[in-house]
């Protein structure tokens, strides 16, 4: 079963395959081939096996289309998983085995990989981060901050983090921001207008505490805090009284999420888990 819903992972393994092989043609052997060094150096039909391990502690995410590039040329390929996504493992920690046509292996090795490694650090970034709450009782989301083309994945391997996605895009949930504000003539008619379209949870952002009380008398239902020190955050909750969630966004680091829980905030939205997370350190390393 594929673990994210609108996703079709043969289509992105043929799509990065095809990037890097320069064209395709179904897949298999005949794909391989475009790899014209593994084609030079090896003679058809040379089987080898290989070893994916974490050169540092990590958080998995994305093993199973790295699986899927790898059959993708070669079908027969065995494959043996050792690790799950979302399971956090020390550095050496053999989470796949490969063993194969050497062609096809060496052919797929860089598109499994950049992958892998992709969602790997987006996963243990995650990981980071909600480990730094954890018990405080605020939630950590994610935002829009993902390349184009890879939200799926992305949010995705913040899942596998132990994140919650925040809205996948502008279609499935309402956020008044200070530009609609300023482009509807304030607060009021905006949030205004997007109840009259039928809209629902509405989140209004403020940046002021003095924005609060016209937001909540708007009709918002939800507050982004946005910017705010944890001083000022605190007196923003103090503010809500409950009436309304409260998040808080915008320049949120490992160093400062957790004074900003302390807040008791609701939510904490973290841009950087997908816009800044580095690559995963993971080795591929074959034998005979």
């Given amino acids: ?24 043609s179904g897949g298999g052997a005949a794909d391989a081939a475009r790899d014209i060094t593994a084609a030079a150096c090896l003679p058809p039909g040379t089987l080898i096996s290989a070893t994916l391990a974490p050169r540092e502690r990590v958080t998995v995410a994305g093993i199973f289309l790295a699986e899927i ?10 494959l043996v998983r050792h690790a799950q996504d979302g399971d956090t493992v020390p550095a050496g920690t053999k989470i796949l085995e490969i063993r194969g046509q050497a062609r ?44 184009p083309g890879l939200r799926l994945l992305e949010k995705y391997a913040v899942r596998m983090g132990g994140g919650t996605n925040h809205r996948m895009g502008l279609h499935d949930a309402p956020m008044v ?17 997007c109840k009259a379209a039928g809209l629902k949870d509405i989140t209004v952002e403020v940046d002021t505490l003095d924005q609060i009380e016209p937001a909540i008398a708007a009709g918002a239902d939800r507050l982004l805090l946005d910017n705010m020190p944890p001083e000022t955050l605190r007196a923003a ?29 609701s939510f904490i939205s973290v841009g950087r888990l997908t816009q800044s997370a580095p690559a995963a350190d993971i080795g591929m390393d074959y034998g005979a």
């Fill in 237 to 265: 909750v103090a503010l809500a009284a409950g009436r309304v969630p409260t998040e808080a966004s915008g320049g949120v680091t490992l160093e400062t999420i957790r004074a900003i829980a302390a807040t008791g905030v």
């Fill in 104 to 147: 096809a292996l060496l052919a797929a090795e860089r598109s499994a990989l950049n992958t892998l490694q992709h969602l790997t650090g987006i996963a243990t970034l995650t990981r980071r981060y909600a480990d730094a709450i954890s018990g405080t009782g605020a939630t950590l989301l994610d935002t829009r901050k993902t390349l």
């Fill in 1 to 24: 079963m594929i673990p994210i819903a609108g996703f079709d992972p043969l289509a992105f393994a043929t799509a990065t395959l095809a990037e890097d092989l320069g064209g395709w």
């Fill in 177 to 193: 921001k200070d530009n609609h504000i300023a482009a509807a003539g304030g607060v009021t008619r905006a949030v205004s207008a």
């Fill in 69 to 78: 590039i790898f059959r993708t040329l070669d079908p027969s390929c065995s």
